[in-house]
């Protein structure tokens, strides 16, 4: 079939009432997507969500080709539920939706990195199923280092916590990685206090307990992806959970920097993900190729290198659910992959 009017993608992201009745894309985060989009004769559009006008955006939807969806898990106190049922049913209806919520929720969540700790790129990481249990099993644990607890969805550091033990004290020390959180030293009742609310259903009712890298020190790359391409880099040298010296302060948090995916310094990063590592996870979480984001981007920590292998790629996390910022080198493999599967579809 051939499609005998211009393409039509809504780019969603939340907003208030006043916002999406101003509808301009030149206030948003992705002037510059709009105007490739439009570059390319498709006719783009801002969704600008919130739940108490679902009704009003999933009649938008319905009359577009696509949709990408930019929306964190927990989004200005509000969760993702009344988006996420919106989203299913224009899919239902024949629009291409990225990132699917179905999809989010193989490849989206600390889950990932369970499903994938004997691959390449994997490590030591638990899920733990309740508090009882990270009680019994977390301080055997520390006892071979340091680890990271994380809340099964979140963004911003929101829920990710480092916890090691002080060598002959009962204390352990803990840090949010919450931008703007300090180290503080509590005892294990106290700490599991704080891991409570993670355990409530409404939170996804369990865990990720993640070996902490020796080399956070060396910082954290991002691969930005389009489907299964590379197509920019972000490096951050200093993270959120970055290790402070003996007596003094951890440092803030650095600015991430961004560049195209021809960067020299992660060329190798870039091999292994196009040629072995995005077909490893996408069979492991059961997506086809159809279903990976057209937009997503992989976290990774430097690990500790083996035999035969100059750098080693841990992975964080992957983040499929609110991509942006991204590097401009993203925006035209974008356009393009929109337009293929919206192509394929109407095929």
């Known amino acids: 079939m051939v499609v005998s009017r211009p393409m039509s993608v809504a780019l969603l992201y939340p907003g208030d009432r006043a916002a ?9 985060r992705f002037a510059a997507l709009f105007a490739a989009f439009a570059a390319a004769g498709v006719a783009a559009e801002p969704a600008v969500y919130h739940d108490d006008f679902a009704d009003e955006v999933a009649a938008q939807l319905r009359r577009v080709d ?23 049913e224009v899919a239902q209806a024949g629009v291409v939706v990225s990132t699917h919520p179905d999809t989010i929720l193989r490849l989206g969540t600390k889950d990932v990195l369970v499903e994938v700790r004997d691959l390449p790129f994997g490590s030591d990481a638990v899920r733990v199923e309740s508090l009882a249990q990270l009680a019994a099993g977390l301080p055997d644990r520390l006892r071979a280092g340091a680890r990271v607890l994380k809340q099964y969805r979140g963004h911003s550091g929101i829920g990710v916590w480092r916890v090691e033990r002080i060598e002959g004290s009962p204390l352990y020390r803990v840090q949010h990685a919450q931008r703007g959180s300090e180290e503080e030293r509590v005892d294990l009742p106290a700490l ?39 197509t920019g880099f972000g490096h951050q040298a200093i993270n959120a959970l970055y290790p402070a010296r003996p007596g003094e302060a ?25 040629t072995q590592w995005i077909e490893q996870l996408r069979e492991r979480v059961g997506l086809t190729h159809a279903q990976l984001p057209l937009l997503w981007d992989c976290d990774f920590m430097f690990g500790e290198p083996t035999a035969g292998q100059a750098e080693r790629f841990v992975l964080c996390e992957v983040n499929v ?13 974008l356009v393009r992959a929109v337009m293929a599967r919206i192509a394929l579809r109407a095929a």
Do not use: K, T
Request: net charge neutral.
């Open 321 to 333: 659910s609110s991509v942006s910022p991204f590097p401009p080198s993203c925006i035209e493999p």
């Open 192 to 230: 599991l206090q704080r891991m409570a609310s993670y355990f409530e259903p409404v939170n996804g009712g369990h865990m990720i307990d993640q070996a902490r890298q020796p080399r956070l020190i060396d910082g954290m790359v991002r691969a930005y992806l389009v489907e299964d391409r590379v």
């Open 66 to 88: 696509a949709v990408l969806v930019w929306c964190n898990p927990i989004e200005g106190g509000r969760r993702r539920d009344r988006l996420d049922a919106v989203l299913r």
């Open 20 to 28: 999406r009745d101003r509808g301009d894309p030149a206030e948003s």
């Open 250 to 274: 951890a440092p803030a948090p650095g600015s991430r920097l961004y560049h195209d995916a021809d960067l020299s310094q992660f060329q190798g990063l870039r091999r292994l993900l196009e």
